[in-house]
T-cell receptor, first 110, second 116 residues
């Protein structure tokens, strides 16, 4: 079920530029995760940020979490053509179910 | 580990036929999830299992859908009878729950189902 909202729905940038995707949710959460999906493939976990964390880095990825605003952002720095994919946020509020957002389709032009 | 394995990768069937999708989770994972992805509805959780026991099947759209997990290394999602609106990509995912509710899910490559 999609209870997370992501924006933009689609983003087109040039190689080397930064890409920022945003995610908003409606409930309190335990953690928030970002996943990537290449066309025709399954989702791949990128990074997880816990509810008591505000920022996390992994390589060229930077994730922020603002629980007061119920929002998160994913920043991909120095984008590459290979970063072209759909990116989904997913949050865990209770139990073991993840609620996924609608995704942002990122196109990085070489 | 080979990751989550799903079969078949593609299935084309006629309306009214029975369809069975298969999943082998990552060894040692105790949670298994079935999702459906469409352009219109995005990614939907259908059902999930913990230690082979169905925990929440509230996402299963109709009685035509059923899922089983007879053992820790195998699960099936069955649609009988299939309808054109069931056309979608079906994903299986597995995870290992940590003590702090912080966990990630590992997705299979999906089964693209087309019902004509």
């Amino acid at each position: 079920s999609q209870q997370g909202e992501e924006d933009p729905q689609a983003l087109s940038i040039q190689e080397g530029e930064n890409a920022t995707m945003n995610c908003s949710y409606k409930t309190s959460i335990n953690n928030l995760q970002w996943y990537r999906q290449n066309s025709g493939r399954g989702l791949v976990h990128l990074i997880l940020i816990r509810s008591n964390e505000r920022e996390k880095h992994s390589g060229r990825l930077r994730v922020t979490l603002d629980t007061s605003k119920k929002s998160s952002s994913l920043l991909i720095t120095a984008s590459r053509a290979a970063d072209t994919a759909s990116y989904f946020c997913a949050y865990n509020s209770a139990g073991n179910m993840l609620t996924f957002g609608g995704g942002t389709r990122l196109m990085v032009k070489p | 580990d080979a990751g989550v394995i799903q079969s078949p990768r593609h299935e084309v069937t006629e309306m009214g036929q029975e369809v069975t999708l298969r999943c082998k989770p990552i060894s040692g994972h105790d949670y298994l999830f079935w999702y459906r992805q469409t352009m219109m509805r995005g990614l939907e959780l259908l059902i999930y299992f913990n230690n082979n026991v169905p925990i929440d099947d509230s996402g299963m759209p109709e009685d035509r859908f059923s899922a089983k997990m007879p053992n820790a290394s195998f699960s099936t999602l069955k649609i009988q009878p299939s309808e054109p609106r069931d056309s979608a990509v079906y994903f299986c995912a597995s995870s290992l729950q940590g003590a702090s509710w912080a966990y990630e899910q590992y997705f299979g490559p999906g089964t693209r189902l087309t019902v004509t």
